[in-house]
């Protein structure tokens, strides 16, 4: 088994999944409880709104919470660097040779997306990280430096990493 | 799933926007949509004020004048339904779009797709519901509440105005629900709740008061037309039904909608007033606290509105002790803004102009409120123009002016350039003196009691009510000025820097002027959010 480090990076979700079902209820909770009392006087059809109207915001809190399926692995092994751009409906694969890999981070691209990250090799590249703060993206081009090397350099894996 | 190996770079067009009419129809982009919104606002409120005009050039003198009766009922009736659901909503929704993804450090709403479906329901809507001035019986006339029995016995246009009012809920909903999923789900890193715009703020708990009353009117109505055509008899006292429970569950909507419609307003001005007084705004926290205050009393006061129709005293008690209570949070609210302003570093630009003239209107409408919630003063003032004169002063000189005040504080950030300050200033002053004009007289022609909806009226109300309606003219060919106004910024405006003045805090003054296409495609760093936060 070849040495490896494995970095897998997600977009950020201000709301957790247990977030998300404790708003989805209490939502639940105050529409159906206003429309329970109005089924009790015989009003029912307010009833059938407020089912509506919340399968409709439990499918708009489902289709919003699955951004955090996208993600982004970067697999580095003695001889390979994969990447996987994983999203909702489609996964990008890119692989370079570990030896002949850089990692770029290009400043100034414009006033919104001050810095790129990028990995590249022979005329091929792969931006990562796209979703990530400047900062959180230059932390992560710390982290990759080491790792993949410089043009022509294979630096050693550290053992033991997940 | 489809899969494939990655071969080349990819360089995004970050600038990339669709153009021609593909570029609106099957917009998806966040500020686009916004564009729509605040467009089809503006067009409506130049339709209902026309409306307006209408009833105005009617009541300048006793006797009738120009139109019918039943014509005039219409008038008061489509004038109240465009206004609410074709103007000052739609208006707010725009603005939503426009900048709650902007101040979230969002790169757009999270249902992108479902937004671009609840703006282009509304022309249909709303094409329904003016069809009806063209259908025998002629458009709705028994008022905007719907009262059965009386809203039952309109001609042709009953079911058009129902199922507008289904497609204007449908849409609201599925805007509300998308703001909510925004403001929930994308803010950016480090931006807690706590941390947010007060306008995004107060969208939140009007989401949230969206989709808690949407499905109340949306079964009110549904029944209203199943008595009407299927025989039952939900609210048709012949059949066992009770038409008073109609105006309770209209109420429950229709109360929490009065604030659905100012909560941004407020949220506008906790904006605008900080900017213009070079101040934080002073206590934020409270700020919140007391929306979301406001936001669980309007549910609990309907009934203030049908004081007349009967209910047991302790009833009538707690109505009226519930409605009184909501003036702390508002109260809170006033003399937060107040003393924001104490000891700033004032200046009156025309946004400041507008939320300074918010305040001091806003409140003497909150005021006259107050008089209403007292059981029985309500039983003098009910159904007079006092009534008329309290809610125009909530809606006019407060929900419209803070949307006017916002597009003037917003504008130079929307499309890059710098509108004519001393004609907006103009435009406020004119606004200012003839909505008084308008509708100050009112409250005297209620208290005299003159009562509303009707086209004709004795002769002891005719000097208010000539008052009355040449405010009305002043008012409505002044607000001309504004589409002026922003056609001349958007031709020969003066480019506008990306904080546009000085004072204005928040992320949507990091990105440049005009906003670009796509904001905040990366998220907003740790430092820009931290100067952004600075309320």
């Known amino acids: ?162 | 799933m489809a899969t494939h190996t990655h071969t080349a770079a990819a360089h995004d067009d970050h600038d990339h926007k669709p153009h021609g009419w593909r570029r609106w129809v099957f917009s998806t982009n966040h500020k686009d949509i916004g564009t729509m919104y605040l467009v089809f606002a503006c067009t409506m409120f130049f339709v209902g004020g026309t409306m307006a005009l209408i009833v105005r050039a009617e009541l300048f003198q006793p006797g009738l004048q120009f139109v019918d009766p039943q014509f005039f009922n219409s008038m008061t009736s489509m004038h109240a339904l465009v206004m609410i659901f074709g103007a000052i909503m739609p208006a707010w929704v725009g603005l939503a779009n426009w900048l709650i993804p902007m101040q979230i450090g969002a790169p757009d709403m999270a249902l992108p797709r479902l937004n671009n479906l609840s703006f282009w329901i509304l022309p249909f809507a709303f094409m329904l519901l003016l069809g009806t001035l063209f259908v025998p019986g002629g458009a709705p006339a028994g008022g905007w509440t719907m009262y059965p029995p009386l809203a039952l016995q309109a001609g042709d246009s009953f079911p058009m105005m129902i199922f507008a009012v289904h497609l204007m809920g449908i849409s609201s909903v599925l805007g509300a629900i998308n703001v909510v999923v925004t403001v929930m789900n994308m803010r950016a890193p480090g931006l807690n709740l706590l941390r947010m715009p007060l306008f995004v703020w107060t969208w939140l708990i009007t989401a949230y008061l969206l989709v808690a009353v949407m499905p109340v009117l949306a079964g009110a109505v549904t029944m209203l037309l199943t008595d009407h055509y299927f025989g039952t008899s939900f609210f048709a006292a012949s059949g066992g039904g009770d038409p008073v429970m109609f105006q309770h569950i209209f109420w429950f909507f229709g109360h929490p909608e009065v604030y659905i419609m100012i909560l941004p307003a407020f949220g506008v001005v906790s904006e605008i007033i900080p900017a213009f007084s070079r101040k934080p705004l002073f206590g934020y926290e409270s700020m919140v606290y007391a929306t979301a205050a406001i936001g669980f009393l309007s549910f609990i006061v309907w009934a203030h509105h049908m004081f007349t129709v009967g209910m047991p005293l302790a009833g009538q008690l707690f109505f009226m002790l519930a409605t009184m209570l909501i003036s702390v949070p508002t109260g809170v609210k006033i003399f937060n803004w107040c003393a924001t302003m104490t000891k700033g570093s004032l200046s009156f630009e025309p946004p400041m102009l507008f939320a300074i003239a918010f305040l001091f209107l806003f409140t003497i409408g909150g005021f006259s409120g107050l008089m209403l919630a007292i059981v029985p003063a309500d039983f003098q003032y009910q159904d007079s123009y006092f009534v008329v004169a309290h809610f125009h002063y909530v809606l006019v000189p407060g929900s419209l002016f803070a949307i006017i005040g916002a597009v003037y504080y917003w504008l130079p950030k929307w499309v890059g350039r710098m509108y004519d300050q001393k004609l907006a200033t103009v435009h406020f002053w004119l606004s200012a003196i003839f909505v008084n004009v308008l509708f100050f007289p009112q409250h005297f022609l209620g208290l005299a009691g003159m009562p509303r909806r009707i086209p004709d009226y004795a002769t002891q109300f005719a000097d208010w009510n000539m008052v009355s309606s040449i405010g009305a003219f002043g008012f409505g060919f002044s607000q001309l000025l504004l589409p002026f106004i922003i056609i001349k910024c958007l031709r020969s405006g003066a480019p506008a820097p990306a904080r546009a003045w000085d004072g204005a805090h928040g992320l949507e003054w990091e990105l440049p002027s005009p906003a670009p296409f796509h904001s905040w495609e990366v998220p907003p760093s740790a430092a820009v959010i931290e100067r952004g936060a600075e309320h």
Request: aromatic share 8%; with cysteine.
């Open chain 1, 1 to 162: 088994m070849p040495a490896a480090a494995r970095i897998a990076i997600t977009p950020h979700c201000s709301l957790t999944p247990s977030g998300a079902w404790t708003f989805f209820l209490g939502t639940c909770g105050v529409s159906f409880g206003i429309a329970a009392l109005l089924t009790l006087r015989g009003y029912w059809p307010i009833l059938a709104f407020a089912v509506l109207e919340m399968l409709l915001l439990g499918w708009a809190l489902y289709s919003s919470m699955q951004r955090r399926h996208r993600s982004e692995t970067i697999v580095v092994t003695d001889d390979r660097v994969e990447i996987e751009l994983r999203a909702r409906n489609a996964t990008v694969r890119a692989e370079f040779p570990r030896h002949w890999a850089q990692v770029k981070l290009r400043d100034d691209v414009s006033p919104l997306r001050p810095t790129r990250l990028t990995i590249e090799s022979g005329g091929r590249s792969c931006e990562i990280g796209s979703f990530l703060t400047a900062q959180e993206r230059q932390q992560l081009a710390v982290r990759l430096a080491p790792l993949i090397g410089g043009m022509a350099e294979s630096p050693p894996l550290p053992s033991g990493q997940p």
